[in-house]
């Protein structure tokens, strides 16, 4: 288990249709976050686990996405009837709990979903 | 509202430079400012981070400068070396909670050999 993985890399598709991006922690990360990234921007926060209790979803999650982690391992984002400005790269990020109080502890970020759609 | 701004949004120097990237937040909640560096199509990694307790951060070649009463923070990379181009983002957070990150909008950093 060397990091945080992410599938797929890369996903087309089609307005209007249903695309799920999966997230593999550090497994004794008990903290998962997603966040988005459009070009030129910073990621921004979207929903985060501690364990499989989702505590915080940011305005930026319409009632078109869902996030689960159900056995508080891995964890899918679901985005229903895509749209165009749906387009962006889907960060997904572990960590301990308190990292914050750690400096150089910090989020472990994984490469990410690129999702075009067309 | 945007509550880390970053600048510059490019820079480009020569190889032995000091790029500087600087930061300014609104938010006097936050207690955590981290630099993270991302390359094409990887995710961002941790450079090094800071707590406004404290005016300097280094590690390696690179440092943190933090103004608590300006509320601005900037990253300096000492020596910078072709490999050191990348996009860097600035960031701040809160303890407890959620503890998620406020990014800036990146600095795209390019140094010529």
């Known amino acids: 288990d060397t990091g945080v993985s992410q599938n797929p890399r890369h996903k087309i598709t089609k307005r209007g249709q249903n695309v799920t991006f999966r997230c593999d922690p550090i497994s004794e990360h008990n903290r998962l976050y997603w966040y988005r990234q459009t070009l030129g921007q910073g990621p921004e926060f979207l929903t985060y686990?501690?364990?499989?209790?989702?505590?915080?979803k940011s305005r930026l999650l319409s009632d078109r996405f869902s996030a689960e982690r159900p056995k508080g391992s891995f964890s899918t984002l679901e985005i229903q009837r895509t749209e165009q400005g749906d387009s962006a790269m889907y960060l997904c990020?572990?960590?301990?709990?308190?990292?914050?109080?750690?400096?150089?502890?910090?989020?472990?970020f994984g490469s990410g979903t690129r999702l075009t759609v067309v | 509202q945007q509550q880390v701004k970053q600048s510059p949004q490019s820079l480009i120097v020569q190889k032995g430079g000091i790029p500087i990237i600087n930061c300014a937040y609104e938010?006097?909640?936050?207690?955590?400012f981290p630099w993270y560096q991302q390359f094409p199509g990887k995710g961002p990694a941790l450079l090094i981070a800071?707590?406004?307790?404290?005016s300097e951060k280094k590690e390696g070649r690179f440092t943190i400068s933090f103004n608590k009463s300006a509320k601005q923070f900037s990253l300096h990379i000492m020596d910078s070396q072709p490999g050191d181009s990348a996009t860097y983002f600035c960031a701040a957070s809160m303890s407890g909670g959620s503890e998620k990150l406020v990014f800036g909008k990146g600095t795209k950093l390019t140094v010529n050999p």
């Open positions: 938010n006097t909640a936050f207690d955590y």
């Open positions: 686990f501690q364990n499989e209790a989702q505590l915080e």
């Open positions: 990020a572990s960590s301990p709990v308190r990292w914050a109080s750690h400096l150089n502890y910090g989020y472990t």
């Open positions: 800071i707590r406004p307790d404290v």
